[in-house]
């Protein structure tokens, strides 16, 4: 077993002080957007006498990861555990199947892009499944609306004859697609009419205006900040999850939560950003119709105390056990390695004769040998990271 100190990351969507707030960690009186618990090399956890712990696990795959885990991903933690603090949105995004991002990884590396070159939307062949579970209200667009659900959102604007022509190309389709697709790819006139139409939504007539105004003051010209009237908005109580398969277009708006993902940087932005975007790139990985985020509202486990989110992607799973003086074990199934995290509270995690306290940031890696043997008791919630269950057959 670890101990690990990890990073926050000060990304300017995060919440002043939101970090602090939710984990314990020292107040820096600036904005908190992420705490990264694992083995990313961009920002790795460290272990005793601060070696970063992807050089760590380098050293020592098979007797972290377990056999099984380096035998399908490969001689790497295939996982990254966040805690999130959305203190303002982020992109209009989504990510690449495995397939697609081996392919446009090798496509930027013919380019002779740099690996952290701003223009890539491709930083390694890897897939990014993500869960994200709330830990306070939390507002979510993701996946299309009904086109008629389209039309009816859009109403308000549609005194603007661009938003008249948006609301009848999606009104009697399946789903608002097409009308994501034409604020990406329309003509530059075109999208400049949309979004001075975004920019007179008045946030008194719901919900969906209300974010279309506040995304169109934070980047004015983008008519992708129509995106609340064409993707469904969400609203995710405390305890709630939601998975986003590759391909589904997503972003989050305001909240927090426990995010686990698949450990990849690959992302393909549309709008609503100061990042690269590639507009061309979102539209050609668009999902087929009927794929679309995943609900997850958390399966109970036998011990009574630990909840679920499983989601199917072999990368991850994600746990939650409520703490208390009893000693807890780790959920059993799968096998491999385990990042532990705990929130609102001071744990103690015990493997053999070890004990790691957990509190205010803090968290552990248990390596694969050690999961059958691992208890863990205080207050507060702990946070699971596994792989995902074995594909059948």
């Known amino acids: 077993m670890l101990a690990l100190a990890n990073p926050v990351q000060d990304y300017a969507w995060g919440a002043v002080d939101g970090l602090a707030r939710l984990v314990g960690t020292p107040p820096t009186d600036g904005p908190e957007a992420e705490l990264w618990v694992g083995a990313h090399p961009a920002a790795p956890s460290t272990t005793a006498g601060d070696r970063p712990l992807d050089q760590v696990v380098d050293e020592d795959p098979e007797g972290l990861l377990g056999p099984t885990v380096v035998a399908r991903h490969g001689a790497r ?11 303002a949105p982020l992109s209009i995004q989504l990510h690449p199947s495995a397939r697609q991002a081996e392919d446009g990884f090798a496509r930027e590396e013919a380019a002779g892009l740099a690996r952290d070159d701003p223009r890539r939307s491709y930083r390694d062949p890897r897939a990014k499944p993500e869960v994200l579970v709330a830990l306070v209200p939390t507002w979510v667009m993701a996946g299309f609306r009904s086109g008629a659900d389209a039309a009816r959102a859009l109403g308000p604007l549609t005194d603007h004859p661009a938003v008249a022509r948006l609301r009848d190309r999606v009104a009697d389709e399946p789903d608002a697609r097409s009308a994501l697709v034409h604020l990406l790819a329309a003509p530059d006139e075109e999208r400049a009419a949309l979004a001075t139409a975004a920019a007179a939504a008045d946030p008194a007539d719901g919900p969906e205006m209300r974010w279309v105004a506040a995304l169109a ?26 998975f986003l398969p590759a391909g589904v277009p997503h972003m989050y708006l305001q909240g927090a939560g426990v995010e686990l993902m698949g450990a990849s940087d690959n992302v393909v932005r549309g709008g609503l950003t100061p990042k690269h975007v590639d507009r061309d790139e979102l539209v050609r990985l668009l999902a087929p ?8 509202p958390g399966e109970p486990g036998p011990d009574g105390a630990t909840t679920t989110y499983a989601p199917g992607a072999p990368e991850l799973a994600l746990h939650r056990t409520a703490l ?8 059993a199934l799968p096998g491999g390695p385990a990042l532990v995290l705990v929130l609102g509270g001071t744990a103690a995690l015990e493997v053999g004769e ?12 248990v390596a694969a040998g050690e999961r059958s043997a691992a208890r863990i008791s205080g207050a507060g919630t702990a946070w699971w990271a596994t792989v995902g269950p074995e594909p059948a057959g």
């Open 77 to 87: 933690l295939p996982y990254l555990l966040k805690v999130l603090a959305i203190g």
């Open 354 to 365: 070890q004990v790691v306290e957990l509190g205010r940031g803090r968290a552990a890696l």
């Open 217 to 242: 003051e934070a980047y004015p010209g983008d008519p992708t900040a129509l995106g609340p009237a064409l993707l469904a908005l969400r609203r995710l109580e405390v305890g709630e999850g939601l």
């Open 324 to 331: 208390g003086p009893d000693p807890v074990a780790l959920p």
């Open 289 to 296: 119709p009927g794929t679309g985020p995943v609900a997850l």
